[in-house]
């Protein structure tokens, strides 16, 4: 600065002032970068559950016996399903109207997904994750569920039926 006006040294301040907010706000950003950085590394979002697709039909949650419409003790219903190039298992699945139903589902090959007729069951289904969600099914009736992830040749043949009774 070589005029030493007192015009010119009030804007220098104001330019320096400005220029250390900025430098705040840039500093604020990357301090919240790296943060949610961290914190995601070290922490990965809740509810996302794994599980090893090579092993589904030797052991656990998802062997074939265990496939189906369960309800506990508690009256809690629960539909376990498993997606493999060109099918669910199982290809039929019967729950209660106005019930709350809780979906458990994975693949075993690649991404599939399913939606249950016209409703908001509705899902992506990818190997080595289990997704989940819960509806329940007002109208009773037979509605068809197919998968609406492209998996292959056989996609457009792949699709199970989901029977709501009273
Ligand atoms: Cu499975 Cu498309």
């Given at each position: 600065?070589?005029?030493?006006?007192?015009?010119?040294?009030?804007?220098?301040?104001?330019?320096?002032?400005?220029?250390?907010?900025?430098?705040?706000?840039?500093?604020?950003?990357?301090?919240?970068?790296?943060?949610?950085?961290?914190?995601?590394?070290?922490?990965?979002?809740?509810?996302?559950?794994?599980?090893?697709?090579?092993?589904?039909?030797?052991?656990?949650?998802?062997?074939?016996?265990?496939?189906?419409?369960?309800?506990?003790?508690?009256?809690?219903?629960?539909?376990?399903?498993?997606?493999?190039?060109?099918?669910?298992?199982?290809?039929?699945?019967?729950?209660?109207?106005d019930t709350p139903v809780t979906f458990r589902a994975?693949?075993?090959?690649?991404?599939?997904?399913?939606?249950?007729?016209?409703?908001?069951?509705?899902?992506?289904?990818?190997?080595?994750?289990?997704?989940?969600?819960?509806?329940?099914?007002?109208?009773?009736?037979?509605?068809?569920?197919?998968?609406?992830?492209?998996?292959?040749?056989?996609?457009?043949?792949?699709?199970?039926?989901?029977?709501?009774?009273?």
């Amino acid at each position: 600065a070589i005029s030493h006006s007192p015009a010119a040294e009030s804007a220098e301040r104001h330019e320096r002032r400005w220029a250390v907010i900025v430098g705040g706000i840039i500093a604020l950003l990357i301090a919240m970068m790296v943060f949610t950085g961290l914190h995601w590394a070290a922490m990965p979002p809740s509810r996302v559950e794994t599980i090893d697709p090579r092993t589904l039909h030797q052991r656990g949650e998802f062997i074939e016996a265990n496939l189906g419409t369960t309800v506990d003790a508690q009256g809690q219903v629960t539909v376990r399903l498993v997606a493999q190039q060109y099918s669910f298992t199982p290809q039929c699945i019967v729950v209660p109207a106005d019930t709350p139903v809780t979906f458990r589902a994975t693949a075993s090959d690649v991404v599939h997904g399913f939606v249950v007729g016209r409703t908001n069951a509705n899902v992506m289904l990818i190997p080595g994750f289990v997704s989940t969600f819960t509806t329940a099914f007002r109208k009773t009736g037979e509605m068809l569920m197919p998968c609406h992830e492209y998996c292959g040749t056989g996609h457009e043949g792949m699709w199970a039926r989901v029977q709501v009774v009273d």
